[in-house]
């Protein structure tokens, strides 16, 4: 049963470290997503890569967050310098392009906690 | 703008009794929605598409294009429908599909 992998699945920091999320997407899945989900905001689309490119990351506040596929298998969400405020469970989800994007498979999250 | 709104954030009901999670939505074109769900400690998952009009663990939505409303009901809630449920649309921009989701509401189904 093929399924999403994200690491780390709990993260404590302080205030100005760097995070790094790692997330393994289903083998032939060619879509990536990044979600933030918070009590106040819901689920929040930050990025989301087709074929390793990046087609929008609207979502995501630019000055310290970065997302990236090194490769196929691989897709990082990395927050530097990290906040109190970025305290959030992050979603990864993958699909396949040319099927709707409600078919996506998601992650169990990594729950990050910036103290 | 597409823009899925869930009113209530906390939705508590006895057991047995029927419970009906609201969902409205802004989108300029045909939409299409789901209802997504995720139980304690688990992955979100999808639970139902408008398109299919299918009866999933008991629950059913409508999609009411005139009131804008994609409403998920169940005639009788179990303690296992205890979940976060989230409304969804896909929308298209920049020539790719993609999924806008509303805060959710946390269903809390009591003995």
């Known amino acids: 049963d093929a399924r999403v992998t994200q690491t780390p699945r709990h993260k404590v920091t302080e205030m100005g470290q760097e995070v790094t999320m790692r997330c393994q997407p289903i083998?032939?899945?060619?879509?990536v997503f990044w979600y933030r989900q918070t009590m106040m905001q819901g689920l929040e689309l930050l990025a989301y890569?087709?074929?390793?490119?990046?087609?929008?990351d609207s979502g995501m506040p630019k000055d310290r967050f970065s997302a990236e596929m090194p490769d196929a298998t691989l897709a990082t969400l990395k927050i530097q310098p990290s906040e109190p405020r970025d305290s959030a469970v992050y979603f990864c989800?993958?699909?396949?392009?040319?099927?709707?994007?409600?078919?996506?498979?998601f992650g169990p999250g990594t729950r990050l906690t910036v103290t | 703008a597409q823009r899925v709104t869930q009113p209530e954030k906390l939705l508590s009901v006895f057991k047995g009794a029927p419970v009906e999670l609201k969902c409205n939505y802004s989108?300029?074109?045909?939409?299409?929605l789901f209802w997504y769900v995720q139980y304690s400690r688990q992955r979100l998952q999808l639970l139902l598409r408008?398109?299919s009009r299918e009866s999933i663990k008991g629950f059913t939505a409508d999609l009411n294009k005139g009131e804008t409303s994609f409403h998920l009901k169940k005639p009788f809630a179990q303690e296992e429908d205890s979940a976060m449920y989230y409304c969804?649309?896909?929308?298209?921009?920049?020539?790719?599909?993609?999924?806008?989701f509303g805060k959710g509401t946390k269903l809390t189904v009591n003995p």
């Open positions: 408008h398109i």
């Open positions: 989800a993958s699909g396949l392009a040319g099927v709707s994007a409600y078919e996506q498979y």
């Open positions: 890569f087709r074929n390793r490119a990046p087609l929008d």
């Open positions: 989108y300029s074109g045909s939409p299409e």
């Open positions: 969804a649309l896909t929308a298209w921009q920049g020539g790719s599909e993609k999924l806008v």
């Open positions: 083998l032939g899945h060619n879509t």
